[in-house]
C-alpha cells in the first residue's frame, strides 16, 4: 500500500516538475527574445528607440539603456538557472 502512495506521489511530483520546467523555458525564450529585440532596435532603428526612450524618462523612468540590458540578462540567467535545477530534479523522480 506504501509503495502505491509513493509511485502516485513521485508521478504527481514528476507532473509539476515537468510543467515548471516548461514555463521557465518558455520565459527564458522569450526574455531572450526581449534582449534581442531590444537591442536591435537600437542598432536598426535608432531614432524609433529614441522617442521611445525619450517617452519613458519623461514618465520617471531613469535607468540606462546598458542597465536595462544588464538587468535583463540577469533575469534570463536566473531563469536558466530555475530551468535546469526543475530540469536536474524532474530526472530524480
Same mark, same amino acid.
Given at each position: 500500500?506504501?509503495? /502505491?502512495?509513493?509511485? /502516485?506521489?513521485?508521478r504527481f511530483i514528476s507532473i509539476l516538475?515537468? &510543467? %515548471?520546467?516548461i &514555463?521557465? %523555458?518558455v520565459m527564458s525564450a522569450l526574455l531572450f527574445a526581449g534582449i534581442i529585440v &531590444?537591442?536591435?532596435?537600437k542598432l536598426f532603428s535608432?531614432?524609433?528607440?529614441?522617442?521611445?526612450? %525619450?517617452?519613458?524618462i519623461k514618465a520617471g523612468q531613469v535607468?540606462?539603456?546598458g542597465q536595462c540590458?544588464?538587468?535583463? &540578462?540577469c533575469c534570463l540567467g536566473e531563469f536558466i538557472c530555475i530551468f535546469l535545477a526543475l530540469y536536474?530534479? /524532474?530526472?530524480?523522480?
Amino acid at each position: 500500500m506504501k509503495e /502505491k502512495k509513493l509511485k /502516485k506521489s513521485a508521478r504527481f511530483i514528476s507532473i509539476l516538475l515537468n &510543467i %515548471g520546467c516548461i &514555463i521557465f %523555458g518558455v520565459m527564458s525564450a522569450l526574455l531572450f527574445a526581449g534582449i534581442i529585440v &531590444i537591442a536591435c532596435a537600437k542598432l536598426f532603428s535608432s531614432e524609433m528607440f529614441l522617442e521611445a526612450w %525619450g517617452t519613458a524618462i519623461k514618465a520617471g523612468q531613469v535607468l540606462s539603456f546598458g542597465q536595462c540590458v544588464f538587468f535583463f &540578462i540577469c533575469c534570463l540567467g536566473e531563469f536558466i538557472c530555475i530551468f535546469l535545477a526543475l530540469y536536474n530534479a /524532474k530526472r530524480i523522480f
